[in-house]
Every structure is written in C-alpha cells, then in structure tokens.
C-alpha cells in the first residue's frame, strides 16, 4: 500500500508532540530558572550514566555502514530499478551540507580548535603549546567527520529505503513496522516512536537556532557594536523565524534548492578567500597532519571515556556532539533521505560519509589553522578571547586578516542563510512527520511547527544560553538511540530477505 498519496492530516502525534513543545516554551518563559536547573539535572544523570552508550552506539553505525557499502547490498537502488538521481551532483551535496551541519561549523570551525587549544583534552597536554595544537586539530577532525555523519546517513538510509524502495511513507515508526508487525499495540507504540521523533528533531534545531543566533549577536555585536543580550538574541529569533516561515511558503525545490547553493557557495568563497590571505602552506600542512592524526586515533577516540581521572572534557565535547547529532538525525536523516531518490546504497553511503566530511575537515583546516597560526607565531590572543566568549571565534580572527569587515558582514549573512535553510527543512520535516508522512504537509502545519521551533529556541537561549542548548539535545537523544539501533537491525534483516528473493 503506497502511504505516501494519502491526503495530510492531523493527527495524534501532531498534537501531542507540539503540546509538549508548546508546554516547555511556556514553562520556560515563565520559570527560566527553574527550568534551567531540572534541564540541567537530567542532562548531568543521562551523560554520566550513558556516555558510554552513546560513544559504542556511534562507532557501532560507522561499522556498519562501511560494511554496507562494500557488500552485495551495495548495488541496491533508493527507488526502483530504473529510477536515476533526482539532483544533479552539486545541487545535491549542497543540500546536504547547508541541512546537515551547515551553522554548527561556522560556529565551531575556529572556536573547537582553539578551545581546545585553550584547554587541551588530555590534562597532562600542557595548554597553549605546539602539542596541544596538533591535539586540537585531530579532535576537531573527529567531532566533524565520519562519525557525525553515520548517524544521519544511517537515518537517512533507513527511511529512503522505505520511502522509495518499499513505496512506504518516510515515518520514523514505518522503519520498525517489520519489528512490530500487527499487533493491537502497533498503533500507539508507533505513535509513541514518532512523537519521541519529532520531539528530538524540535530539540536538535533548536539547538542549532540558538548556536547560529548567538553567533549572529556576537557578530553584530564585533562589527557593530550592538550589545551581547537576550533580548537582541529573541529579537533576532524574531527576525529568523519570520524569514523562514517566508521561505517555507516556496517549497522544497525553490526555496531551500534556491538557498542550499547559496549557501555553498558563499561558503567555498569565504574559504578559498582565508585560505590564500591566511598562511596558505600552513593550512596545507595542517590539514594533511590533522587527517594522518584522524586516522591514526580513530578507534582510541571513538571509545574514549574518563573513568579514572573522573573528568568532563569527553562528556562536554564528544559525547555533546553524538548527543546533538542523534537528536538531530530525525530531520537531517529524512530531509537526505527525501533528495536522494535513485541513487544507490553504496553512492548514498559514499556521498554522504565522504564528501560533507571532507569539505568540513578543509573548513577547520582553513579557519582553525589560520586562528592557531595566528596565536602560535603572531603573538595574537585568540584562544582567550574564545574562552571568554565563545560566539567571538570567528570575528576575532577575521580582525587580523584584510578585508575584515567584509569578511565579517558575509559571514553573518552566511549564517542567517543557514539558519533559514536548517529551519526551513525542519518545518517541513516535521510538518510531514506530523501529517502521516505527507510529502507536501499543509501550510498551517508548517506555520506552526515554525513558530514553536522560535520559541523553543528562545527559551533555551533565555534560560541558560548555551549550556541550555546543549542540555536539550542531550536529553532528547536518548530514547532515540535505541530506537536507532533497532532501525539498523530492521534494515539489515529487510535487505538480506530482498537479497534472498533475487537468488531464487
């Protein structure tokens, strides 16, 4: 039965799931503190207590996903067998570059390398030094390559699979259908699955909002000197949210196709222009010593935990950013999964693992390499201007190339563009999520969830800024990692029956 024709409507997971949302915003306007203190408590108990769960869970989809590509199941096509890819190259990894990460590298390309530069991984790296350097490249290498990605990728794989290949609809819940099978309880624990989806999805861009609008206010405020307050930031909110809830009107081909090429390619110019006005060969060395480091610590950073030096540093960054990625899977996974119709397992897994990685690791590179050149054999302070405020990163090692303030105005506006586009996808995600997997969700729908993912974003912001932030994805991620391992058996076992129907 092909679900996907069916007319939108609401239904319970809509209204569930945006009441929820809708309670937390008020909850959080009117007990801020309050609401910081319970976020934080929770966040503290799920990344003390699963850590571990979270790190093995992430190692385990890169495994998997390798072996898919390079097996039989490979040759499977997202569609049927004659379909072909409905975006050209380019078009498509600029989606999945703008959806995927987009605002969180601009905000973190410079910032992670020098905090940890700042303050090193390890506590017997001694801080500000070569060692600690060479340290902070291969940890920001880590957080922004393959594992990132293996956790969209492997949504996006999962959801594709049945959308295109099965003619099933793109719910979270559908993807575990063969596990559930039609018992009485089917309905409400698929119910049950997709709200924790959306829940988590509302979680994760809002994260990713309140990043991008906060690197705006410290733009605005290097540039021209507007003040660093929550009242700019929900102002801002403002603005942003009105801007996307405008684009979403477009649709999925005009708007976010128009907007996701932008995007990359305001992002390519900045770079090549940094690159060749900042210390180029430094770059270039770098980048290639950051990369052999990478692959060289992979599995030791893959599984690294602090048990007996009782520290936070690996909960603070690795486990945040497994956490982050989950809640964001959802989205990201879906929105990957609705551009990439036609093309095959193994080029999906190819061009997902490999192409957003590789321009993120140049990015840092890029970025991260000309701020710590600066600092190492400059005698610049960019480090402790990061560690007082963290949203400076990139303006402040703007300051000390040519051209500055231009450099400055395109980035925030290369911001706001990601922003838009990160938001505009999400809308559309989660209206479709929320209307039976509707393909073109009604317009309402998608005002609402618009208005709601503001005021989510607004709140975390007013309440604990950006530890707030990160609190919310944490919490959000952990329901949804198991229900993404259980989505990896569910596809296995699916690809393994249609590989035995093609030898009979």
Known sequence: MNH???????????????????????????????????????????????????LMAVFFFVLFLVFLAFSKYGKIRLGADSDRPQYPFFTWIGMLFSAGFGVGLVFWGVAEPMSHFFTPPYADTQALTVESARLAMAYSFF???????????????????????????????????????????TRPLNQTIDIFAVIATVMGVATSLGLGVLQINGGLNSVFGLP????????IIIVLTALFLTSTTTGLDRGIKWLSNVNLAT???????????????????????????????????????????????????????????????????????????????REFIVGVLVVPPAIALLWIAVFGGTALHLDLFEGTSIAQAVD?????????????????FLLSVLSILLILTFLITSADSATYIISSMTTNGSLNPPLAVRIVWGVLLGGIAAVLLIASGLEGLQTASLISALPFTIILILMVYTLFSLLRKENMKKIK
């Open 4 to 54: 996907t024709s069916n007319k939108p409507r609401l239904n319970r997971v809509f209204y569930i799931s945006a009441s929820v949302i809708a309670l937390l915003v008020l909850f959080g306007a009117v007990r801020p503190t309050l609401f910081a203190e319970i976020a934080g408590n929770i966040f503290s108990f799920t990344t003390q207590s699963f850590g571990w769960f979270y």
């Open 143 to 185: 957080h922004w390559g393959v594992s990132q990605w293996s956790v969209f990728a492997i949504v996006g794989l999962i959801i594709a699979y049945f959308q295109f290949r099965r003619n099933a609809d793109g719910l979270i819940s559908t993807s575990l259908s063969p596990l559930l099978k039609d018992r009485s309880y």
């Open 228 to 235: 660093n307050t929550a009242l700019v930031q929900v102002l």
């Open 267 to 345: 992002a390519l110019v900045l770079m090549i222009f940094v690159f060749f006005a900042g210390p180029t060969v430094f770059i270039l060395e770098t980048f290639t010593l950051g990369f052999g480091d990478y692959l060289q610590n992979f599995i030791r950073y893959s599984l690294r935990l602090q048990p007996y030096q009782q520290g936070t540093w690996v909960r603070d960054w690795t486990i945040f950013y497994w956490a982050w990625a989950i809640a964001w899977s959802p989205f990201v996974g879906a929105f990957v999964a609705r551009v990439s119709r036609g093309r095959t397992i």
């Open 388 to 404: 007082a405020d963290v949203t400076s990163a990139l303006f402040v090692t703007f300051a000390e190339l040519p051209l500055s």
